[in-house]
């Protein structure tokens, strides 16, 4: 079968949980973000984009990963990791099903394509990836989904693998046209926007093939950018987005977005990158000078 991808067409998009439930509360869904999730797929396929889809975990799996220390390795007798990793995994599949049948229910073809079963790590570092299914689901015109989820890792005996580690692999292997992450804020600021009411938003970050920040104000203000999170949370926050984003920016050389999902008529546009830039909504990370 003829898998060769047109990689000008494929976009890869994470939908933080921090967009699509209420980290706050166990298991809580936030319903009009769902609906806008459903409607920025559905304009994106209109738009003849092939896609790949991650979603974080959000309230569906993080407050199971803290309480079994899921991260710190398998440890049955300490942390019940054998329940834990049953728990966290029914929680985010609930999510992921919750999901898929709200895209197929628009006719959107889009599959569950769980990493548990497919990806490995070795003390937290990729060593197996499916991105073989994926490129064989984007040649039957199939959306698939993935996920932040549980992950069996060589040496610890398990982890927890974030989408936003998943699209950097991802983003490797692909080199899709563009990565877009799309979150609770509207980009990504020089303070943490919760604590700092005046925070500025960065439309854009311009980096050199290192991942090292070139504009001036912005390298200054790196050390701020970022605080520990309120929500619950286990894997880095805001703070493994950005370093993401900057890796697949530099050494993959894929145009990145981190950007509010209230930002709909913008994720839809062809000319994403100028929108962004002119509206200042959203955050661009590129190696290039735009
Ligand atoms: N400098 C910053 N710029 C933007 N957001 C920031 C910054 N520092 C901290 N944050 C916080 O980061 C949060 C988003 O990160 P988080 O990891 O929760 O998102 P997510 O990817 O949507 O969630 P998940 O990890 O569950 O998928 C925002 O709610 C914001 O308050
Ligand atoms: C906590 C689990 C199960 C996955 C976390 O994935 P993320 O929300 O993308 O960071």
Same mark, same amino acid.
């Given at each position: ?32 973000? *769902?609906?806008?999730? /459903?409607? $920025?797929?559905?304009?994106?396929? !209109?738009? #003849?984009? @092939? ?109 927890? *693998?974030?989408?936003? /580690?998943? $699209?950097?692999?991802?983003?490797? !292997?692909? #080199?899709? @046209? ?113």
């Amino acid at each position: 079968m003829n898998t060769d991808l047109d990689n000008n067409e494929l976009l890869v998009i994470k939908f933080g949980g921090a967009y699509l439930c209420d980290k706050s509360k166990y298991q809580t869904l936030n319903d009009s973000n *769902i609906d806008s999730f /459903i409607e $920025i797929i559905k304009h994106l396929v !209109k738009g #003849r984009f @092939k896609l790949i889809v991650l979603h974080g975990a959000g309230s569906f799996g993080h407050h199971d990963a803290k309480k079994y220390k899921i991260t710190s390795g398998f440890n049955k007798g300490e942390y019940q990791s054998d329940v834990g990793i049953c728990k966290t995994r029914q929680s985010v599949l609930k999510l992921n099903a919750l999901l898929i049948s709200r895209l197929n229910s628009e006719c959107i073809n889009a599959v569950s394509v769980s990493p548990f079963d497919s990806w490995l790590t070795q003390d937290n570092k990729v060593i197996q990836d499916n991105c073989r299914h994926l490129e064989l689901l984007l040649s039957m015109d199939i959306i698939p989904i993935l996920h932040g989820d549980v992950c069996l890792d060589t040496k610890i005996g398990c982890t927890i *693998i974030s989408g936003d /580690i998943l $699209i950097q692999t991802i983003c490797e !292997k692909l #080199r899709p @046209k563009r990565a877009i992450f799309i979150t609770d804020v509207n980009g990504v600021y020089n303070l943490p926007p919760s604590s700092h009411p005046n925070a500025k938003l960065l439309s854009f970050i311009h980096l050199n093939e290192n991942g090292d920040i070139l504009n001036e104000q912005e390298q200054q203000q790196q050390q701020q950018f970022v605080h520990k999170q309120d929500s619950c949370d286990v894997t880095g926050g805001m703070e493994a987005k950005i370093k993401s984003a900057k890796t697949i920016a530099s050494l993959y050389s894929v145009d990145t977005l981190i950007i509010g999902g209230t930002h709909h008529e913008i994720i839809q546009s062809q000319n994403l990158i100028q929108n962004v830039l002119s509206l200042e909504r959203g955050t661009i990370l590129s190696t290039k000078q735009l």
